[in-house]
């Protein structure tokens, strides 16, 4: 066997081996991005289902509560359907004065209807 071709085989084989490390790179990297996105829409609905319940617990308490919280997303609310700022929904069942809350916030209820406003 000629010392020249033992090289070529050599650089081949090394080729080969960089390519397997850089497709196992791509993969870690794309499924590292996966979990981050996954991890952000988790947290965002469970800041939506924290503040349903609030209002829940509002509505059901009666007649002159008051429970103040925070948020770290903004909150749109509408009929029946709170979203954020990313497009994350879930739903309230109670008689609320539509707005829009971020950051510290405190819901009331005021004859039976309600109120959410930014503190």
């Not at 103040?68 to 990313?86: A, G, M, P, Q």
């Amino acid at each position: 066997m000629k010392k020249s071709q033992v090289s070529v085989e050599t650089l081949l084989m090394i080729g080969v081996i960089i390519v397997f490390f850089i497709s196992i790179a791509s993969f870690a990297f794309y499924k590292n991005a996966e979990t981050k996105n996954t991890e952000d829409y988790l947290d965002r609905k469970d800041n939506c289902l924290k503040i349903s319940g609030l209002i829940s617990e509002a509505y059901s308490n009666g007649d002159g509560t008051l429970i103040i919280s925070r948020t770290k997303y903004n909150i749109t609310v509408e009929n029946d359907l709170l979203v954020d700022d990313n497009g994350i929904s879930c739903y309230y069942y109670a008689d609320v004065i539509s707005s829009s809350i971020n950051d510290n916030f405190r819901i009331r209820n005021l004859d039976n209807k309600i109120i959410i406003e930014n503190v």
